[in-house]
């Protein structure tokens, strides 16, 4: 029994400080400390990051009640008059159980599995994406088609894409490490891979998913040693195409410039529409907000307030106060994942912890794309806020990448004890 509770104790994180071994690997460990013979309070306890795992839990929860509070008087509008008042977060909540489920699974794969599986994650990712496009198969909304049905929820493959993308750019770095350097051999065929999958994103359209996948792929390169000529070549190419993309696209120059100027007169009741009624919740909200359930905008003036423009009722109802906490929890979340990933990279696990930089990334600038376009700093974009915006498929792909870093971290910590992964 008592090796039986030790067990679950350690599996949950909450192993005794005095089981540690003195002399342990001294990880962030400062000399003071180390001289003083302390090493034990400093090796991470078996389990996984449990402030990460809380902080996780706190955004769904947070996510569902501003779901629920920026959707219960959708059924007003004709569009949603068979909806019932709680549609939305019933439906937001079925997709956070379905993503702790796989999340669940997801944790019990070992790293070593994911490398084998990223190429075949990548090509099924292609498919799905193709698939999208086919009549009668992809489901289209408000003019893009991103969607398969599958009956209990529908299912985005531009989610899918961009956890495959990261399993794929880490694997890629591990395998092409001896000739990073050389442009034909490392960066072209993955530069090509990437061009693949822009191309399929933008047939959509969805130009906001290709920016978060080149994002994904250009910083999985940069971590994984690719000298900073090439990045800056990488990047005038990316911003190159982004600007052809803009300017032969009559639709994509028009939210630009209803972001330059929001409330004129051309583009008020148009494409600055979203935006201005987004401002004008967050500055509703003031210091403090009007209070959870009181926003007005939510009342069939600011459109998918439930899903992109979530950060607009926060503002509104919880004001500058809580969208400072929102920015401040995104910006701790990225950068502890981030922290996970350079640990497994320090124990020489260079796959796991490229993935978890990528899924650091991957969190952070969507998060910040989200935040900037809510704010009026950022072109309107479909991107939802990680982990709280409504949608089943970001919901799950979101759960199913996060517990693959609390994977790495549990990895981190098997090795850290003298184990093996």
Same mark, same amino acid.
């Given at each position: ?16 400080? &005095?089981? &540690? ?20 309070? /400093? ?31 959708? *059924?007003?509008?004709?569009? $949603?008059?068979?909806?019932?008042? =709680? ?6 909540? $079925?997709?956070?159980? %379905? ?7 997801? $944790? ?5 599995? /994911? ?14 994406? +193709?698939?999208?496009? @086919? *009549? ?45 350097? &050389?442009?034909?051999?490392?960066? !072209? *065929? ?56 803009? +300017? ?14 929001? #409330? =004129?007169?051309?583009?008020? !009741? ?7 009624h987004s401002l004008i919740a ?11 359930? &009181? =926003?007005?905008?939510?009342?069939? /003036? ?6 992109? #423009? ?19 929890? #995104? $910006? ?18 260079? #796959? ?6 990528? @899924? ?10 989200? %935040? ?6 950022l072109p309107t974009k479909g ?11 970001? %919901? ?26």
């Amino acid at each position: 029994m008592k090796r039986l509770a030790a067990g679950l104790s350690s599996l949950l994180g909450r192993q005794d400080a &005095s089981a &540690s071994v003195p002399g342990d690997l001294p990880i962030h460990l400062s000399s003071r400390d180390y001289a003083r013979g302390r090493t034990d309070q /400093w090796v991470p306890k078996l389990g996984f990051d449990l402030q990460l795992f809380w902080a996780m839990v706190g955004l769904l929860c947070f996510g569902l009640v501003m779901v629920y509070s920026a959707s219960i008087a959708l *059924p007003d509008n004709p569009r $949603f008059g068979n909806y019932m008042a =709680s549609h939305f977060v019933l439906r937001h909540g $079925f997709a956070i159980l %379905i993503g702790a489920m796989m999340a669940l699974l997801a $944790f019990q794969v070992p790293m070593s599995s /994911w490398e084998q599986w990223a190429p075949r994650l990548f090509l099924l990712a292609l498919l799905l994406l +193709a698939l999208v496009l @086919v *009549p009668f198969i992809g489901k289209g909304v408000n003019g893009a088609r991103r969607w398969i049905a599958l009956g209990i929820m529908n299912f985005q493959p531009s989610e899918l894409a961009k956890f495959a993308t990261v399993l794929y750019a880490a694997g890629y770095m591990v395998r092409k490490i001896a000739v990073k350097e &050389s442009f034909m051999r490392a960066i !072209l *065929p993955m530069g090509s891979a990437v061009i693949l999958l822009a191309a399929l994103l933008l047939a959509e359209p969805d130009m906001g998913a290709f920016m978060v996948v080149a994002v994904i792929a250009m910083g999985i390169l940069f971590l994984g040693g690719v000298t900073m000529r090439m990045m800056l070549l990488i990047v005038g190419l990316l911003m190159s195409a982004f600007v052809v993309m803009i +300017a032969t696209s009559p639709w994509r120059r028009a939210r630009v410039f209803a972001y330059l100027d929001p #409330f =004129s007169e051309d583009h008020a !009741l148009g494409k600055g529409y979203q935006l201005s009624h987004s401002l004008i919740a967050i500055g509703r909200g003031e210091i403090f907000g009007v209070g959870l359930g &009181s =926003s007005v905008e939510k009342l069939h /003036w600011l459109p998918e307030g439930h899903t992109d #423009f979530l950060l607009a009722v926060i503002g509104e109802e919880f004001g500058l106060v809580g969208v400072l906490a929102l920015v401040l929890t #995104f $910006f701790w979340l990225t950068r502890r994942i981030m922290q996970i990933g350079r640990q497994a990279i320090a124990l020489d696990q260079l #796959f796991a912890g490229l993935v978890a930089q990528g @899924v650091g990334l991957w969190m952070g600038f969507q998060a910040l794309i989200n %935040i900037g376009v809510c704010l009026g700093a950022l072109p309107t974009k479909g991107l939802t806020l990680p982990l709280m915006s409504y949608g089943g498929s970001a %919901i799950l792909m979101n759960l199913v990448a996060l517990a693959v870093v609390l994977r790495v971290d549990h990895e981190n910590r098997q090795l850290m004890h003298g184990g093996r992964v």
